[in-house]
């Protein structure tokens, strides 16, 4: 279309080919624009500025107090003009006429430098007072100051052009240097007293502080500091925060880096920057060196698909070195934070570099209440909330989890334009976290009573089977991608899971497929029980495979398989035969089996109260735990008492 119309345009089509013969360039991509085309413009206009600047000697009056140079001649020949002043420097003359009045302002004539003889004559052979009044000359100042504007401004950008060169070259130079974050002393704003929750790490790196403090309070009876302290445990729990405490108690010179600002893609520049951190660290012994995400360089040697990272190899071969090799590092104490300890490498774990492992774990009861106590302090609370409450409702959640969870309570508090934060905001927001937001409330229709029955279904059988966690609240508001929602919470910390309550566990998440197929029919279960399932299914492959908890007897089948870039076999070679794995997923079965099978039978027994609960769960969209057990105890005493009268009443008939 482009191409026709050019041909409309220009002519025929041999004057076309004639003009792109004469002009190839027509044809050429357009090339790169370089950035000093930009400056040659900006240069033009400080150019030409500069010419209509001087070239322009002063802005016009308003034009009804001009005249033009035949007019002054007329009115000079008829005799009205009283006065003429000539500025041959700005090529004006002021002319006072006789009509004007004595405050009057002079008309303006423009002249030129040929025309000031004959006005002369002509001013003087009709009686006219002339005289010549020369302003002072502004131009060649103007002119200069300019000029010279115009060289500082290029002066500016050369030396801009310079210091970014000079920069680049400053940079090449340094590439090898060390980019740990020095302070001579820490001020981080965290002690240990911000610190809860993990009291074992707490008092580990309490002895760390206390050595570097009062050192012969140890070397007194022979006594080392560790050289390396390793806070392993999950993403979440404080160890970048402990390292904060640490640095903030010690009041020594405290060294911080990322393990992956050592690695870097040419060969020999992260070995580099350890030699570079550890000389910087003896020159300023005693002090604390903390390396974040250590396992970003200390990974196992000479694993991988395609063999080792050389870099990161040198890397980790000079960190070694460093931390304990022939010269040694006394006073530099290392400590370094990690989630994923199983893929260090053995040299770097060792005694002499890491002696000691603290394990950063999830916090308990005590130690999330202890956290939440921190957390509250800079929070506007109402005296009815209960911090104890909130620490039973959250088990599992870490040191960030929770300070996340008050700080979602803060906000909603604040979008709802509350002066405290009350426990409705912190339900919601522990309901945020853990399933996301809130969705849209469901419309009254076979879709919702369908979904009623589901979490009705999981409620139910868990609260009827026995090792189950007790109900927490059912839902019918959609957080995230699920539809409703039934929570369970147990009543305290359990480390150790017994048979039974996997069992019960696994009965309560089918509690809601086997609901549907009692309700509604075979034909009429949903996709909503697919997250059920796969849980379900886990977790029975992890009692035969791995607790020993089948008729397979107690042997571990299965094991944590390593990663690919541990070195571990490509293949996947199974760990038992396949008669075994025949037999694997038979247990499987059975056990899912077993447990649908009286998930279908609490259901059966219990459609009385199900159709109930789901009435009223359709009616509120929410259920309380407690309100639920209230009801469920209720309708069980009823359901006991009939039956207690059917049995009396046959009784007599026989």
Same mark, same amino acid.
């Given at each position: 279309?482009?191409?026709?119309?050019?041909?409309?345009?220009?002519?025929?089509?041999?004057?076309?080919?004639?003009?792109?013969?004469?002009?190839?360039? /027509?044809?050429?991509?357009?090339?790169?624009?370089?950035?000093?085309?930009?400056?040659?413009?900006?240069?033009?206009?400080?150019?030409?500025?500069?010419?209509?600047?001087?070239?322009?000697?002063?802005?016009?009056?308003?034009?009804?107090?001009?005249?033009?140079?035949?007019?002054?001649?007329?009115?000079?020949? @008829?005799?009205?003009?009283?006065?003429?002043?000539?500025?041959?420097?700005?090529?004006?003359?002021?002319?006072?006429?006789?009509?004007?009045?004595?405050?009057?302002?002079?008309?303006?004539?423009?002249?030129?430098?040929?025309?000031?003889?004959?006005?002369?004559?002509?001013?003087?052979?009709?009686?006219?007072?002339?005289?010549?009044?020369?302003?002072?000359?502004?131009?060649?100042?103007?002119?200069?100051?300019?000029?010279?504007? $115009?060289?500082? %401004?290029?002066?500016?950008?050369?030396?801009?052009?310079?210091?970014?060169?000079?920069?680049?070259?400053?940079?090449?130079?340094? $590439?090898?240097?060390?980019?740990?974050?020095?302070?001579?002393? @820490?001020?981080? /704003?965290?002690? %240990?007293?911000?610190?809860?929750?993990?009291?074992?790490?707490?008092?580990?790196?309490?002895?760390?502080?206390? %050595?570097?403090?009062?050192?012969?309070?140890?070397?007194?009876?022979?006594?080392?500091?560790?050289?390396?302290?390793?806070?392993?445990?999950?993403?979440?729990?404080?160890?970048?925060?402990?390292?904060?405490?640490?640095?903030?108690?010690?009041?020594?010179?405290?060294?911080?880096?990322?393990?992956?600002?050592?690695?870097?893609?040419?060969?020999?520049?992260?070995?580099?920057?350890?030699?570079?951190?550890?000389?910087?660290?003896?020159?300023?012994?005693?002090?604390?060196? %903390?390396?974040? *995400?250590?396992?970003?360089?200390?990974?196992? &040697?000479?694993?991988?698909?395609?063999?080792?990272?050389?870099?990161?190899?040198?890397?980790?071969?000079?960190?070694?070195?460093?931390?304990?090799?022939?010269?040694?590092?006394?006073?530099?104490?290392?400590?370094?934070?990690?989630?994923?300890?199983?893929?260090?490498?053995?040299?770097?774990? &060792?005694?002499?570099?890491?002696?000691?492992?603290?394990?950063?774990?999830?916090?308990?009861?005590?130690?999330?209440?202890?956290?939440?106590?921190?957390?509250?302090?800079?929070?506007?609370?109402?005296?009815?909330?209960?911090?104890?409450?909130?620490?039973?409702?959250?088990?599992?959640?870490?040191?960030?989890?929770?300070?996340?969870?008050?700080?979602?309570?803060?906000?909603?508090?604040?979008?709802?334009?509350?002066?405290?934060?009350?426990?409705?905001?912190?339900?919601?927001?522990?309901?945020?976290?853990?399933?996301?937001?809130?969705?849209?409330?469901?419309?009254?229709?076979?879709?919702?009573?369908?979904?009623?029955?589901?979490?009705?279904?999981?409620?139910?059988?868990?609260?009827?089977?026995?090792?189950?966690?007790?109900?927490?609240?059912?839902?019918?508001?959609?957080?995230?991608?699920?539809?409703?929602?039934?929570?369970?919470?147990?009543? *305290?910390?359990?480390?150790?899971?017994?048979?039974?309550?996997?069992?019960?566990?696994?009965?309560?998440?089918?509690?809601?497929?086997?609901?549907? *197929?009692?309700?509604?029919?075979?034909?009429?279960?949903?996709?909503?029980?697919?997250?059920?399932?796969?849980?379900?299914?886990?977790?029975? &492959?992890?009692?035969?495979?791995?607790?020993?908890?089948?008729?397979?007897?107690?042997?571990?089948?299965?094991?944590?398989?390593?990663?690919?870039?541990?070195?571990?076999?490509?293949?996947?070679?199974?760990?038992?035969?396949?008669?075994?794995?025949?037999?694997?997923?038979?247990?499987?079965?059975?056990?899912?089996?077993?447990?649908?099978?009286?998930?279908?039978?609490?259901?059966?027994?219990?459609?009385?109260?199900?159709?109930?609960?789901?009435?009223?769960?359709?009616?509120?969209?929410?259920?309380?735990?407690? *309100?639920?057990?209230?009801?469920?105890?209720?309708?069980?005493?009823?359901?006991?008492?009939?039956?207690?009268?059917?049995?009396?009443?046959?009784?007599?008939?026989?």
């Amino acid at each position: 279309m482009e191409l026709s119309f050019g041909i409309k345009q220009l002519g025929d089509r041999q004057t076309i080919v004639t003009n792109l013969k004469k002009n190839k360039s /027509g044809l050429r991509p357009r090339s790169k624009k370089s950035p000093w085309r930009h400056l040659w413009r900006v240069t033009a206009s400080l150019m030409i500025f500069q010419g209509v600047l001087i070239g322009t000697p002063t802005w016009a009056n308003g034009e009804e107090n001009t005249l033009s140079y035949s007019e002054l001649l007329r009115k000079i020949e @008829a005799g009205e003009v009283k006065e003429v002043s000539i500025d041959p420097v700005n090529q004006r003359a002021k002319v006072t006429l006789k009509n004007q009045g004595e405050n009057a302002t002079p008309k303006e004539v423009v002249i030129f430098q040929n025309n000031n003889q004959e006005l002369k004559d002509r001013s003087i052979k009709n009686n006219v007072d002339y005289s010549i009044d020369a302003s002072v000359d502004r131009s060649t100042a103007i002119s200069i100051a300019i000029q010279l504007l $115009f060289i500082l %401004f290029i002066i500016a950008i050369i030396a801009m052009l310079v210091r970014r060169s000079t920069n680049a070259s400053g940079q090449a130079m340094n $590439f090898g240097k060390s980019k740990a974050r020095f302070q001579m002393e @820490a001020k981080t /704003g965290m002690t %240990f007293s911000d610190v809860a929750g993990i009291e074992e790490a707490k008092e580990e790196l309490e002895e760390v502080v206390t %050595f570097l403090k009062q050192p012969e309070k140890f070397t007194a009876i022979g006594a080392k500091i560790p050289k390396g302290v390793l806070l392993v445990g999950p993403p979440g729990t404080g160890k970048t925060l402990l390292a904060k405490a640490v640095a903030g108690e010690a009041g020594v010179p405290f060294f911080s880096i990322s393990g992956s600002e050592f690695v870097e893609m040419f060969v020999g520049v992260g070995a580099s920057r350890v030699r570079d951190l550890f000389k910087k660290a003896k020159e300023n012994a005693p002090c604390l060196v %903390f390396i974040d *995400e250590v396992d970003a360089v200390g990974r196992q &040697r000479g694993a991988g698909y395609g063999g080792g990272n050389d870099e990161r190899e040198q890397t980790l071969n000079q960190l070694l070195t460093e931390m304990d090799g022939f010269e040694g590092n006394n006073g530099i104490i290392i400590i370094a934070a990690t989630n994923r300890p199983d893929v260090l490498d053995s040299a770097l774990l &060792r005694p002499g570099r890491f002696d000691r492992q603290v394990i950063v774990d999830y916090p308990d009861l005590k130690g999330r209440l202890g956290i939440l106590d921190v957390h509250a302090r800079n929070k506007k609370i109402d005296p009815e909330v209960s911090l104890e409450t909130i620490a039973r409702r959250t088990p599992g959640f870490t040191g960030a989890d929770l300070s996340n969870l008050l700080n979602e309570a803060a906000i909603l508090t604040a979008r709802r334009r509350k002066e405290a934060i009350t426990m409705l905001e912190i339900g919601d927001a522990i309901d945020r976290v853990i399933a996301g937001m809130e969705g849209t409330p469901l419309v009254d229709s076979k879709s919702k009573r369908l979904i009623a029955y589901h979490e009705i279904g999981h409620a139910i059988v868990g609260s009827l089977t026995s090792g189950h966690y007790p109900v927490e609240k059912v839902t019918l508001i959609p957080r995230g991608r699920a539809k409703g929602l039934t929570w369970f919470t147990p009543d *305290e910390e359990q480390d150790l899971v017994s048979r039974t309550q996997i069992l019960a566990r696994i009965t309560g998440l089918l509690g809601g497929r086997a609901a549907e *197929e009692v309700i509604f029919g075979n034909g009429e279960v949903t996709t909503g029980a697919g997250n059920d399932l796969e849980k379900v299914t886990s977790l029975a &492959r992890q009692m035969v495979t791995k607790f020993g908890m089948s008729d397979l007897g107690p042997i571990a089948l299965e094991s944590e398989n390593g990663s690919g870039f541990l070195g571990s076999d490509l293949n996947n070679r199974s760990e038992y035969s396949q008669e075994i794995a025949v037999h694997i997923d038979a247990q499987i079965q059975s056990i899912v089996a077993q447990c649908y099978k009286q998930a279908r039978n609490i259901i059966e027994e219990n459609r009385n109260i199900i159709d109930r609960l789901v009435d009223i769960l359709i009616d509120f969209e929410t259920i309380g735990g407690e *309100e639920f057990r209230k009801i469920l105890n209720e309708t069980t005493k009823i359901k006991a008492i009939d039956t207690e009268k059917k049995t009396s009443s046959l009784d007599k008939v026989f």
